[in-house]
């Protein structure tokens, strides 16, 4: 047998005897439903008595060659290694000399666990998106414009998604403080993650960052040119956002939160029509987690060790409950109905995995992967829906020195309302 892994830690780690008070492969067996989408990844993982390996290619499993190999006994070590390496992957390579990993024992390392009170509770609030105003809103795609007279209005509905999270997070932030919590968000106002806007950035830091993927071969000399002489500003956008959620899920682990909160509001995904979007009839809200890997998405080593993080820790686990409470405040508290498991949403039946508790399913975005302990991606409501959408036309409610909509107050108590349920739970 072949075994040439990136790490073996089954067979040269020493075992603790107080390593066995949790059952990782209980643990393991109950997250993988979880965690797997399409069947097809299982060609790419091993579970038996001893513990757990990943492979990078179904070749590599039939070949007996894993990536990644852990030894139930030996989880601690690997966990603890996550724990102290915030940046994932480049960390866990400096760190995988057998001398680095002797330290980490089993009086050492102690799983994350639940806070059970909201005073000093470590809380990263997330808002989605990063337009600074509505014509950058449109280069995002994340802007809602709807004809008046489609809706009985006597004048047009414009808003756009960013200024909305936005408003959420700064809200909450202000009541979660109040209670004795330690309140972060990911950006300001109008800004991504970088601290500017679309413009500065693609003035300032655009070449720069494409300069820096050419040198690291992330990008062709073919790309490049064509992101600097042809890319629309819809396709520097994009560009931007994909570093922005990346250094967001690098802003939030460094933190190291007891919770995180993405917080987002969702659109039909109708066709826009002279500039304009139909209105929806339907209303719902939902929330994901991390999980739901599909084809091809284990052919990294950082995607391969954030899913040994997902199956082997109780990220998972506190992410459901989490997520589960909140749901349940929007329906409490907002009066928000929660998607129902048989619907037609293509992103839900294709993409996701239930999580077995109502309107919260598991799904691989670049932020349920990436950021570690327990983690909401709240989608509040349906921005196109008609009453919904006059609601948050109106600029009727002001808390926190934010202006916006009475709608969003109603989606601050049930945030605020879930995430106490939550650390009230046993």
């Given amino acids: 047998m072949k075994i040439n892994p990136l790490f073996i830690f089954g067979f040269l780690l020493l075992s603790f005897s107080t390593f066995a008070q949790i059952d990782y492969q209980a643990r393991a067996k109950k997250n993988i439903d979880y965690l797997i989408r399409n069947e097809v990844l299982l060609d790419q993982i091993l579970m038996n008595e001893e513990g757990v390996q990943i492979f990078a290619s179904a070749k590599d499993k039939k070949n007996e060659n894993p990536d990644i190999s852990v030894s139930w006994k030996n989880v601690p070590f690997f966990l603890k290694l996550l724990e102290n390496n915030k940046s994932n992957v480049q960390g866990?390579?400096?760190?995988?000399?057998?001398?680095?990993?002797k330290k980490y024992t089993a009086v050492k390392f102690k799983e994350q666990k639940k806070p059970t009170s909201i005073k000093g509770t470590r809380i990263v609030l997330d808002p989605g998106h990063s337009a600074h105003n509505l014509e950058t809103a449109i280069l995002e795609?994340?802007?809602?414009?709807?004809?008046?007279?489609?809706?009985?209005?006597?004048?047009d509905i414009g808003f756009y998604e960013a200024e909305l999270t936005w408003a959420t997070a700064?809200?909450?932030?202000?009541?979660?403080k109040k209670k004795g919590a330690k309140v972060y968000i990911t950006r300001k106002k109008g800004k991504s993650s970088f601290k500017t806007n679309f413009n500065k950035w693609k003035k300032k830091k655009f070449k720069n960052e494409l300069q820096a993927d050419l040198s690291q071969k992330i990008i062709t000399q073919k790309k490049y040119n064509w992101y600097l002489n042809e890319a629309s500003d819809k396709d520097i956008f994009k560009y931007m956002n994909v570093k922005d959620l990346k250094n967001?899920?690098?802003?939030?682990?460094?933190?190291?939160?007891?919770?995180?909160?993405?917080?987002?509001?969702?659109?039909?995904?109708?066709?826009?029509?002279?500039?304009?979007?139909?209105?929806?009839?339907?209303?719902?809200?939902?929330?994901?987690?991390?999980?739901?890997?599909?084809?091809?998405?284990?052919?990294t080593l950082e995607a391969r060790i954030n899913f040994l993080r997902l199956?082997?820790?109780?990220?998972?686990?506190h992410s459901i409950a989490l997520s589960d409470a909140i749901m349940k405040a929007h329906v409490n508290v907002a009066k928000i109905p929660l998607i129902k498991n048989k619907n037609n949403v293509r992103y839900l039946q294709r993409n996701s995995v239930y999580a077995d508790a109502p309107g919260v399913y598991c799904r691989n975005l670049a932020m349920t992967r990436g950021v570690k302990g327990a983690i909401c991606f709240g989608e509040s409501l349906m921005q196109d829906n008609k009453e919904e959408a006059i609601a948050l036309n109106k600029k009727n409610y002001k808390e926190a020195r934010v202006k916006t909509s009475k709608r969003i107050k109603d989606i601050v108590d049930a945030f605020e309302k879930g995430i106490i349920e939550y650390i009230n739970l046993n």
């Fill in 311 to 317: 199956l082997l820790s109780e990220d998972l686990t």
């Fill in 141 to 155: 795609r994340k802007f809602m414009k709807i004809k008046g007279e489609d809706v009985g209005s006597s004048s």
């Fill in 248 to 299: 967001r899920v690098k802003i939030i682990n460094n933190l190291n939160p007891d919770l995180t909160l993405m917080i987002h509001y969702n659109a039909s995904g109708s066709k826009i029509k002279n500039g304009f979007y139909s209105p929806f009839k339907n209303n719902y809200a939902m929330a994901f987690t991390g999980g739901g890997f599909m084809t091809n998405e284990l052919n």
């Fill in 170 to 176: 700064k809200i909450l932030k202000k009541r979660l």
């Fill in 92 to 101: 866990i390579k400096q760190n995988a000399e057998l001398s680095e990993l």
